[in-house]
Protein backbone atom coordinates (compact mmCIF):
# COMPACT_ATOMS: atom_id res chain seq x y z
CA UNK A 1 0.00 0.00 0.00
CA UNK A 2 1.33 3.58 -1.09
CA UNK A 3 1.55 5.76 2.12
CA UNK A 4 -2.11 7.80 0.97
CA UNK A 5 -3.75 3.99 0.70
CA UNK A 6 -2.73 3.05 4.17
CA UNK A 7 -4.34 6.30 5.82
CA UNK A 8 -7.24 5.87 4.01
CA UNK A 9 -7.21 1.78 5.21
CA UNK A 10 -6.46 3.17 8.68
CA UNK A 11 -9.40 6.25 8.95
CA UNK A 12 -11.70 3.34 7.07
CA UNK A 13 -10.97 1.07 10.29
CA UNK A 14 -11.22 3.59 13.04
CA UNK A 15 -14.73 4.90 11.19
CA UNK A 16 -15.98 1.16 11.54
CA UNK A 17 -14.74 0.68 15.53
CA UNK A 18 -16.38 4.12 16.45
CA UNK A 19 -19.54 3.25 14.43
CA UNK A 20 -19.21 0.06 16.34
CA UNK A 21 -18.58 1.23 19.17
CA UNK A 22 -21.52 4.15 18.98
CA UNK A 23 -24.45 1.55 17.35
CA UNK A 24 -23.51 -0.78 20.62
CA UNK A 25 -24.15 2.52 23.11
CA UNK A 26 -27.65 3.22 21.04
CA UNK A 27 -28.47 -0.88 21.12
CA UNK A 28 -27.69 -0.94 25.03
CA UNK A 29 -29.62 2.12 25.23
CA UNK A 30 -32.52 2.59 23.09
CA UNK A 31 -32.91 -1.20 22.09
CA UNK A 32 -32.53 -3.02 18.58
CA UNK A 33 -35.31 -1.00 16.42
CA UNK A 34 -33.76 2.14 17.70
CA UNK A 35 -30.04 1.28 17.06
CA UNK A 36 -30.25 -0.07 13.57
CA UNK A 37 -32.45 3.37 12.78
CA UNK A 38 -30.12 5.15 13.85
CA UNK A 39 -27.14 3.32 11.56
CA UNK A 40 -28.81 2.73 8.99
CA UNK A 41 -29.26 6.67 8.80
CA UNK A 42 -25.55 7.21 9.15
CA UNK A 43 -25.22 4.52 6.37
CA UNK A 44 -27.07 6.47 4.01
CA UNK A 45 -25.43 9.85 5.00
CA UNK A 46 -21.65 8.07 4.51
CA UNK A 47 -22.60 5.85 1.46
CA UNK A 48 -25.39 7.60 -0.48
CA UNK A 49 -27.67 4.37 -0.46
CA UNK A 50 -31.00 4.77 -0.38
CA UNK A 51 -32.87 2.69 2.36
CA UNK A 52 -35.95 1.60 3.58
CA UNK A 53 -36.61 0.24 7.05
CA UNK A 54 -39.71 -1.23 8.66
CA UNK A 55 -40.24 -2.58 12.14
CA UNK A 56 -43.03 -4.65 13.35
CA UNK A 57 -42.80 -5.49 17.49
CA UNK A 58 -45.85 -6.79 18.16
CA UNK A 59 -44.04 -8.37 21.34
CA UNK A 60 -42.92 -5.26 22.65
CA UNK A 61 -40.86 -7.07 25.70
CA UNK A 62 -36.84 -6.99 25.77
CA UNK A 63 -34.99 -9.56 23.92
CA UNK A 64 -31.94 -10.55 25.78
CA UNK A 65 -28.76 -8.83 25.41
CA UNK A 66 -26.63 -11.36 23.67
CA UNK A 67 -29.96 -11.73 20.93
CA UNK A 68 -29.90 -8.06 20.40
CA UNK A 69 -26.12 -7.94 19.59
CA UNK A 70 -26.02 -10.94 17.39
CA UNK A 71 -29.01 -9.17 15.40
CA UNK A 72 -27.15 -5.83 15.35
CA UNK A 73 -23.99 -7.28 14.58
CA UNK A 74 -25.41 -9.65 11.99
CA UNK A 75 -27.16 -6.39 10.32
CA UNK A 76 -24.07 -4.23 10.84
CA UNK A 77 -21.93 -6.99 8.23
CA UNK A 78 -24.61 -7.52 5.91
CA UNK A 79 -24.84 -3.59 5.53
CA UNK A 80 -20.94 -3.63 4.82
CA UNK A 81 -20.81 -5.85 2.15
CA UNK A 82 -23.49 -3.62 0.78
CA UNK A 83 -21.49 -0.78 1.07
CA UNK A 84 -17.62 -2.61 -0.37
CA UNK A 85 -18.76 -5.14 -2.92
CA UNK A 86 -23.05 -4.81 -3.75
CA UNK A 87 -22.45 -1.73 -6.20
CA UNK A 88 -26.80 -1.29 -4.58
CA UNK A 89 -28.45 2.22 -4.54
CA UNK A 90 -30.88 0.55 -2.06
CA UNK A 91 -31.32 -1.68 0.70
CA UNK A 92 -34.42 -2.80 2.59
CA UNK A 93 -34.36 -4.06 6.08
CA UNK A 94 -37.44 -5.60 8.09
CA UNK A 95 -37.14 -6.10 11.40
CA UNK A 96 -40.00 -8.10 13.02
CA UNK A 97 -39.96 -9.49 16.66
CA UNK A 98 -42.84 -11.25 18.36
CA UNK A 99 -42.87 -13.51 21.33
CA UNK A 100 -41.42 -16.75 19.58
CA UNK A 101 -38.44 -15.33 17.17
CA UNK A 102 -37.13 -12.35 16.26
CA UNK A 103 -36.72 -12.34 12.14
CA UNK A 104 -34.47 -9.80 9.89
CA UNK A 105 -34.11 -9.41 6.30
CA UNK A 106 -31.86 -7.12 4.89
CA UNK A 107 -32.09 -7.07 0.69
CA UNK A 108 -30.29 -4.68 -1.88
CA UNK A 109 -30.43 -4.26 -5.64
CA UNK A 110 -26.94 -4.69 -6.02
CA UNK A 111 -24.79 -7.19 -8.39
CA UNK A 112 -25.35 -10.29 -6.30
CA UNK A 113 -23.60 -13.23 -5.09
CA UNK A 114 -22.95 -14.46 -9.15
CA UNK A 115 -21.45 -17.89 -8.61
CA UNK A 116 -20.03 -17.72 -5.31
CA UNK A 117 -21.97 -20.88 -3.02
CA UNK A 118 -22.94 -18.66 0.23
CA UNK A 119 -22.15 -21.93 2.26
CA UNK A 120 -18.62 -22.11 1.34
CA UNK A 121 -17.92 -18.12 1.79
CA UNK A 122 -15.43 -16.40 3.68
CA UNK A 123 -15.06 -13.17 5.37
CA UNK A 124 -18.27 -11.44 6.03
CA UNK A 125 -20.44 -13.78 4.80
CA UNK A 126 -18.33 -16.60 6.94
CA UNK A 127 -18.78 -14.29 9.72
CA UNK A 128 -22.86 -13.78 9.70
CA UNK A 129 -23.05 -17.18 9.10
CA UNK A 130 -20.92 -17.97 12.69
CA UNK A 131 -22.44 -15.31 14.34
CA UNK A 132 -26.41 -16.71 13.48
CA UNK A 133 -25.59 -19.85 14.25
CA UNK A 134 -24.80 -19.28 17.88
CA UNK A 135 -28.90 -18.98 18.09
CA UNK A 136 -29.59 -21.58 16.32
CA UNK A 137 -30.06 -19.03 13.42
CA UNK A 138 -33.47 -20.53 11.17
CA UNK A 139 -31.77 -17.84 8.33
CA UNK A 140 -30.27 -18.04 5.01
CA UNK A 141 -28.30 -15.95 2.59
CA UNK A 142 -29.17 -15.66 -1.22
CA UNK A 143 -28.11 -13.89 -4.20
CA UNK A 144 -27.60 -14.37 -8.19
CA UNK A 145 -25.41 -12.27 -10.24
CA UNK A 146 -27.43 -8.63 -11.19
CA UNK A 147 -30.46 -9.60 -8.87
CA UNK A 148 -28.81 -8.26 -5.24
CA UNK A 149 -28.37 -10.36 -2.21
CA UNK A 150 -30.55 -11.36 0.22
CA UNK A 151 -29.70 -11.54 4.33
CA UNK A 152 -32.46 -13.10 6.04
CA UNK A 153 -32.12 -14.10 9.99
CA UNK A 154 -34.50 -15.64 12.44
CA UNK A 155 -33.62 -16.19 15.80
CA UNK A 156 -36.07 -18.22 18.35
CA UNK A 157 -36.77 -16.76 21.62
CA UNK A 158 -35.63 -19.13 24.19
CA UNK A 159 -38.73 -20.72 25.83
CA UNK A 160 -40.30 -20.31 22.56
CA UNK A 161 -39.42 -23.52 21.32
Not at 24 to 51: C, M, N
Not at 64 to 84: G, H, M, N, Q
Request: hydrophobic letters at 45%; proline letters at 3%.
Amino acid sequence: MNGTSEKMHRIGGWARRVSAELGSVVLDTLGLPAAIEWHVRQFQKGTGVLYELTVSDSARVARPADCAATIFDIYAEALSKVARHAGASRVAIALTMTPQEVTMVVRDNGIGLGGEDPAAATGGIATIRARSQIHKDLGALAGARGAGTTVTLGLPMVGAL
